[in-house]
């Protein structure tokens, strides 16, 4: 049983997409979480959610809208895609906000051509 | 935002002890983590620290946590080729979110 699941797993695509990744937890955690490594490794976080309400979104572009449909599921939308948002994406959870437990899940390797 | 420095790259061989610093900025850090990522794959949770001990052990691995300095370091005894990786420092305060530094790349050698 995977506890948290991201899919696609890898996602290549042309410039100027829209395009969606999906996250999935069977934790039973309040607080889901996604971060972005750069082709340089460094991970940087770019939203949480708890119990489906956004509380951070550190200076995304608004071509980067996330979705939660209820506490179990992050949903990431990109629009309009470009070069500069190759990267892989992680989804995380934590039982809820502060709480110093975080899970992974397995990351998504986006492509943009 | 706070901080998290990490030196890049580590390399040692075989059968060495591999040290891999890390520095903090945030004083009011609660707990301190290490991550390991191997090629390809995503980030596996190796120890973590709460920042009122000094010290853990856990079988090869062994955390030191330097409050006053705010630096924590991860040694690996008998580092081996498969710990070849990058390993993450990350700390969390407050209601904030998980912070990670930059990754130290560690290449081991026959």
């Known amino acids: 049983d995977t506890a948290v699941s991201q899919t696609p797993k890898y996602l290549v695509t042309q410039m100027g997409n829209d395009k969606s990744i999906k996250c999935e937890q069977n934790l039973g955690h309040d607080t889901m979480y996604w971060y972005k490594q750069d082709s340089k490794k460094f991970l940087k976080i770019m939203f949480s959610?708890?119990?489906?309400?956004?509380?951070i979104n550190e200076t995304v572009p608004n071509r980067f809208s996330p979705k939660s449909p209820d506490k179990a599921h992050l949903n990431l939308h990109i629009n309009s895609l470009e070069l500069g948002d190759s990267a892989v994406y992680f989804c995380a959870s934590s039982q809820d906000l502060g709480s110093y437990g975080y899970t992974f899940g397995s990351g998504t390797r986006l492509t943009v051509v | 935002g706070e901080d998290v420095e990490q030196s890049l790259f580590l390399s040692v061989r075989e059968g060495d002890s591999s040290v891999i610093n890390c520095t903090y900025t945030d004083s009011s850090s609660t707990y301190l983590y290490w991550y390991k990522q191997e090629p390809g794959a995503g980030l596996q949770l190796l120890t973590y620290i709460f920042s009122n001990m000094d010290m853990k052990q856990d079988q090869r691995l062994t955390v030191l946590l330097n409050k006053k300095d705010k630096h924590l370091s991860l040694r690996i005894a008998d580092t081996q080729t498969g710990d070849s990786a990058i390993y993450f420092c990350a700390e969390i305060s407050g209601y904030s979110t998980l912070t990670f530094g930059k990754g130290t790349m560690l290449l081991v050698s026959p």
């Open positions: 959610y708890n119990n489906k309400e956004l509380i």
